[in-house]
C-alpha cells in the first residue's frame, strides 16, 4: 500500500518540525493531495468537511509560499468566528519556528484592538466576510500583496448571506493569485463560484470521517469482558479481516491486547500517547504500509489516523462518548469502499450504547454467541432481529472451539429454539 509521508512533499524543516509538534504523523488524504497542488501554484477546490484535515491543506502551502515581513500575502475568508479563530490558530501553530504571523478578524468584538492589530501587519488573515469589508472600506488594509486566497465553507457562507460582501473582496483582490475554495457540499451557487474564481483547478473529495457512510456494516456482539480475546482471535482470522483497526478505551488495555495477540501470533503495533511520537510514527507506519495487518490504538490517537484501506474497525471497548464511536468507525468505509465496525458490549456498557442509539438514532441489535454472550442468551432481540442479523453477519465456523460446527441457521435454531 502506498502512503505518502509529510516528508515526500517538499516542506521546509520549518513546517516538518512545526506538524510534528502537533503531532500529526501522517498527511489525511486531503492533505496528501492538496499540499503538492498549493506548493506548486495550482488553484484547489476541496469538498471537504471539518475534521479531514482541511486547514493543514490549504495553510501549509500557503505558508510554504509566503515570506516573512512582506505585508499581508494569504487571506482566508470563513463563515463563522469560531472557524476564523480556529484556522487563524492552526496558522499560528503551523508557522511555528518562523516570523510569519497570524490574526483572526470577525466581527461581535470592539474594532480598536483590530484596528492595532491591521496597523503591526500580518501576513496571514483569517476573516469574516462583513467585518473585513469594514476594515477594507475603511482603507485599514492593504490588498495589493495578497497572493492567496481561501474561502473555507463557502456553502456555510453562500447560505449566510455573504455572497455581496465575498464579491466586494474578490474586487479588492488582485488578479493574480492562487485561490483555494473548500466546502463541505457542492451546490449550483458554490459550484458556480468554484468556477468563476479558480483557474485549472484540481478538484479533490475528502471523506469526511464523522458519518457513518453507507458503505459501513455495524455489528455488535454481546460478549462477557474475560471472552473478549477470544471472540476478538475468531474473528480477526477469517478471510477478509485484512486491515484491522482496534479500539480500546485504555492505554492499558492496548497494551494487554497487544500481548494476547502477539502470543497468538498475530502481528500488531499499538499507537497511544504514553508512546513516543517515534514510536507512534513507526507504529501507524507499519499499519499502512501493510506490513502488520492490525492495529491497536485508543481514541486520542485516532484523529488524525487516515489510512486507506482499513477493512474492519473493532470496537474493543464501547466508548464512552457517542462522537467517538461516529470517529472511530468512519476510519472504514472510506471514499466509497465498504468496511465492517465490530463492537463489543458487555453488560457494563448498555448505558454507552443506550447514549449511542440516541445519537445514531435507531436501535442496535446485538449479535449472542454461546460461547462469549455475556449472559448466555439473547434477552433484547426479538426472535426475528436476531435470526436476520446471525444468517448474514455471524462468523463462519462458530463453535471451532468446542469442536462443533454450526450453520447460521442452526445456530438460530439454537438461540430461539422452535422458531
Ligand atoms: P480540520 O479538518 O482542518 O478542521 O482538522 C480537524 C482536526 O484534525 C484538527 O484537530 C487538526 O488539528 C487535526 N489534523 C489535521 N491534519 C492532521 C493530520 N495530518 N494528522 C493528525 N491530525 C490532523
Known amino acids: 500500500m502506498e502512503v505518502t509521508r509529510f516528508k515526500q512533499l517538499n516542506l521546509s524543516d520549518d513546517r516538518l518540525a512545526a506538524i ?83 490574526e483572526a478578524i470577525f ?10 492589530a491591521l496597523e503591526e501587519g500580518f501576513e496571514i488573515i483569517v476573516a469574516t466576510p462583513g467585518r473585513f469589508i469594514d476594515h477594507m472600506q475603511s482603507k485599514r488594509v492593504d490588498l495589493s500583496n495578497v497572493r492567496y486566497l481561501v474561502l473555507d465553507e463557502a456553502d456555510r457562507m453562500l447560505d449566510m448571506g455573504f455572497r455581496p460582501q465575498i464579491e466586494d473582496v474578490l474586487r479588492g483582490m488582485p488578479r493574480k493569485r492562487q485561490t483555494m475554495l473548500f466546502s463541505a457540499t457542492m451546490p449550483n451557487g458554490v459550484h458556480d463560484l468554484a468556477l468563476r474564481l479558480t483557474k485549472d483547478a484540481v478538484w479533490i473529495e475528502a471523506t469526511p470521517p464523522g458519518t457513518t457512510a453507507d458503505g459501513i456494516e455495524e455489528i455488535f456482539y454481546s460478549v462477557k469482558p474475560e471472552k473478549k480475546p477470544d471472540l476478538l482471535l475468531e474473528l480477526i482470522v477469517k478471510p477478509g479481516w485484512d486491515h484491522v483497526l482496534i479500539f480500546t478505551r485504555t492505554k ?32 501507524l507506519d507499519r499499519f499502512a504500509t501493510g506490513k502488520v495487518k492490525v492495529l491497536v490504538a485508543t481514541d486520542v490517537a485516532q484523529r488524525g489516523l487516515d489510512v486507506e484501506g482499513i477493512t474492519h474497525v473493532v470496537n474493543y471497548d464501547v466508548p464512552l462518548d457517542p462522537e467517538d464511536y461516529v470517529h472511530r468507525i468512519g476510519r472504514t468505509g472510506r471514499a466509497g469502499a465498504t468496511g465492517t465496525a465490530v ?26 454467541l454461546p460461547e462469549y454472550d455475556y449472559d448466555g442468551t439473547p434477552q433484547t432481540e426479538s426472535r426475528a432481529t436476531a435470526r436476520r442479523g446471525l444468517k448474514s453477519r455471524a462468523p463462519q465456523g462458530l463453535g471451532s472451539k468446542s469442536g462443533a460446527s454450526l450453520t447460521p441457521e442452526e445456530l438460530a435454531e439454537l438461540l430461539n429454539p422452535g422458531s
Not at 35 to 58: N, R, S, Y
Not at 107 to 116: A, E, M, N, W
Not at 268 to 281: E, G, I
Open 343 to 368: 463492537t463489543f458490549v458487555t453488560a457494563s456498557d448498555l448505558g454507552a450504547v443506550k447514549g449511542l442509539e440516541h445519537r445514531l438514532g435507531r436501535p442496535v441489535s446485538k449479535i449472542h
Open 20 to 102: 510534528e509538534a502537533l503531532g500529526w504523523i501522517l498527511p489525511t488524504p486531503i492533505q496528501a493531495q492538496a499540499i503538492p497542488a498549493g506548493l506548486a501554484g495550482t488553484d484547489v477546490v476541496g469538498i471537504a468537511q471539518t475534521g479531514t484535515g482541511k486547514t493543514g491543506a490549504f495553510m501549509i502551502p500557503a505558508l510554504e509560499r509566503i515570506v516573512a515581513g512582506a505585508g499581508l500575502q494569504v487571506l482566508a475568508l470563513c463563515p463563522t468566528r469560531e472557524l476564523a479563530q480556529q484556522v487563524a490558530d492552526d496558522a499560528v501553530a503551523l508557522s511555528r519556528g518562523t516570523s510569519i504571523r497570524a
Open 252 to 283: 492499558a488495555g492496548a497494551d494487554v491486547l497487544e500481548t494476547h495477540l502477539q502470543r497468538d501470533g498475530i502481528a500488531v503495533a499499538v499507537m497511544h500517547s504514553n508512546k513516543q511520537m517515534k514510536q507512534r510514527t513507526a507504529a
Open 107 to 116: 466581527g461581535g468584538v470592539p474594532y480598536p484592538p483590530q484596528i492595532k
